[in-house]
């Protein structure tokens, strides 16, 4: 895709410093490429008559339904105060944001235009794309802007909500936030709110609140390339072509179906039998391994960082005890696990940063394995005996709960094995609260500054208040988000000296670094996933001639 780069426009005005963000797109398009697989017989591969190599043509191939299987499906559709994040990935094709990322994190604009941020005022301006209408014929508009961003501070769907004083709408495309402390990361928790139809969910609420937001669960209105025609919980999702989308001449396809398989070896069989084009979410290593040894195109996302955390923030908690939390660090032999499960895929992780990221900090590995200094700590704790406990998990870590299990009954820890549903999985760890251990997963981030989404302050994940964090901890982490900086490039040194305190204080056992992939057919032109699970432009998908 070509896209024009981000421009920083540093602008002054009323004595202050006022830095904006502006991103300017003409447009854009597909990269094409021509897929040759050489490393297969040396000539090039015989896969089978819907999977041959072609040439990519000069232009996108107009129409067809693109048919994807994915493991879940989303549980909440259309209204985004409401949202998890499947809900969110789901609702990509429909509902669209103020902004989006291109590859390192660099901010595009959706439907704004252009935003900007003043520290000094406490303000965020927010300056909206016109001639953009809804999926019901109305307007977007700063109105429309103001009454969404109600939905979201009322039910607290961003992390930020509770620093936003009051929402001034200036014209009918300008609308300013009014804040009581201003930081970086403001741009992006209210820039990827996804926007809904003020009017379709009024009408369909007939003055009800509650009716309206009962109704927009499962009916979303919005500005995307896609309405949905049909929508089964838990079976499937269809989307069909808006044809009055706001981008000339998009989307190409004219469809989208997906349907939950949440087996991988059904998910595999239906998409070698040609029964779909792309497999969405797929983190089964050894059907990656087959499928990219079969000539399948795979998209690779930063994957996902899985880690032990705990009731640390509970002081009746065996886990309040750092030294505890120590000890089942220097027990578990990451290198080891990682290389069995993921088949050399899998990045050990020694610190909550990936090797790959901005702000991982090079050599840093506070505990590495070592079982007898796991076993010396344990008895300073008193626990010279070990203990029993549970570790929360889902179905599909079973291999790794099996694994963890083993490495702490090494050191006289006795786990036993909480595998939940994802309904009660996701109740505890991101909603209710948990006991004792859970092994989780969290997303990573282009720029690195995943330390604040999923541990920060104020976090967008882990939010439940179980997981201890030190005062130091969190004022390294609020220097890091100071106006002094005005994005995660700009605080990188800070970032990594919140990381590395979080390591100190052992916040969470970070692990390993897993693989999440899109597999699909050589004639699919999709870049979903190349940048992360929440970015998807299904407008410039398309597929050749096959």
Not at 63 to 83: E, H, I, K, M, W
Not at 218 to 229: D, E, L, Q
Request: glycine share 8%; proline share 6%.
């Amino acid at each position: 895709m070509k896209k024009t780069p981000n421009k920083e426009i540093l602008r002054k005005g009323k004595g202050c410093n006022k830095r904006i963000n502006h991103i300017e797109k003409e447009g854009k398009m597909k990269k094409y490429y021509i897929v040759l697989l050489t490393v297969l017989f040396a000539v090039g591969l015989v896969f089978a008559s819907n999977t041959a190599a072609v040439a990519a043509p000069d232009k996108p191939v107009r129409g067809g339904t693109l048919r994807c299987v994915a493991r879940n499906l989303s549980r909440v559709l259309g209204y985004p105060a409401q949202f998890d994040t499947v809900d969110m990935i789901f609702s990509l094709p429909v509902l669209e944001k103020l902004v989006d990322w291109e590859k390192n994190a660099v901010f595009t604009p959706v439907l704004a235009e252009s935003w900007e941020g003043d520290p000094e005022a406490l303000t965020i301006t927010w300056h909206l794309r016109k001639g953009v209408k809804f999926h019901d014929g109305t307007d977007w508009n700063a109105e429309a802007l103001k009454w969404n961003f109600e939905r979201i501070i009322e039910g607290r769907g961003r992390p930020s909500t509770d620093k936003v004083k009051s929402l001034e709408v200036v014209d009918e495309y300008t609308l300013v936030m009014h804040l009581s402390e201003f930081n970086w990361m403001m741009f992006e928790d209210f820039g990827f709110a996804q926007m809904i139809s003020p009017t379709a969910f009024e009408k369909a609420g007939g003055g009800d609140m509650e009716k309206g937001k009962q109704w927009a669960r499962m009916n979303p209105v919005g500005t995307g390339p896609f309405k949905v025609a049909e929508y089964k919980r838990d079976a499937y999702i269809k989307y069909i072509k808006n044809d009055n989308y706001w981008r000339q001449g998009m989307p190409y396809l004219d469809g989208i179906e997906i349907h939950a398989l949440p087996d991988p070896m059904v998910a595999a069989a239906k998409l070698e039998a040609g029964e779909a084009d792309m497999w969405l979410g797929v983190t089964d290593v050894p059907n990656i391994l087959d499928l990219k040894e079969k000539g399948y195109k795979i998209n690779w996302e930063l994957g996902m960082s899985t880690c032990i955390i705990f009731d640390s923030n509970n002081p009746k908690s065996i886990f309040a005890n750092k030294k505890v939390r120590d000890a089942i660090e220097y027990a578990i032999d990451r290198p080891a696990i990682a290389k069995m499960l993921g088949q050399g895929l899998y990045e050990p992780l020694f610190q909550l940063a990936r090797a790959k990221s901005p702000t991982y900090i090079e050599g840093y590995n506070p505990r590495p394995y070592n079982p007898e200094k796991a076993k010396q700590l344990l008895a300073e704790a008193g626990y010279h005996n070990g203990f029993k406990t549970t570790m929360l998990a889902l179905p599909p870590s079973r291999d790794a709960v099996s694994a963890l299990k083993s490495y702490l009954g090494n050191i006289g820890i006795d786990v036993s094995a909480d595998v939940a549903d994802f309904g009660r999985y996701f109740g505890s760890v991101f909603g209710t609260g948990f006991k004792d251990m859970a092994l989780s997963v969290y997303g990573n981030h282009p720029d690195g500054k995943e330390i604040f989404v999923h541990f920060g302050p104020n976090p967008a994940t882990f939010r439940t208040g179980d997981i201890y964090k030190s005062p130091k901890f969190l004022s390294l982490c609020n220097e890091a988000l100071s106006h002094k900086y005005m994005n995660a490039a700009e605080a990188k040194d800070k970032i990594k000296e919140a990381i590395k305190q979080a390591g100190e204080d052992a916040i969470a056992v970070p692990l390993w670094k897993t693989v999440n992939v899109a597999i699909m057919y050589p004639y699919v032109q999709s870049d979903y996933y190349t940048i992360h699970t929440i970015i998807w432009t299904p407008y410039d998908d398309f597929m050749e001639k096959h």
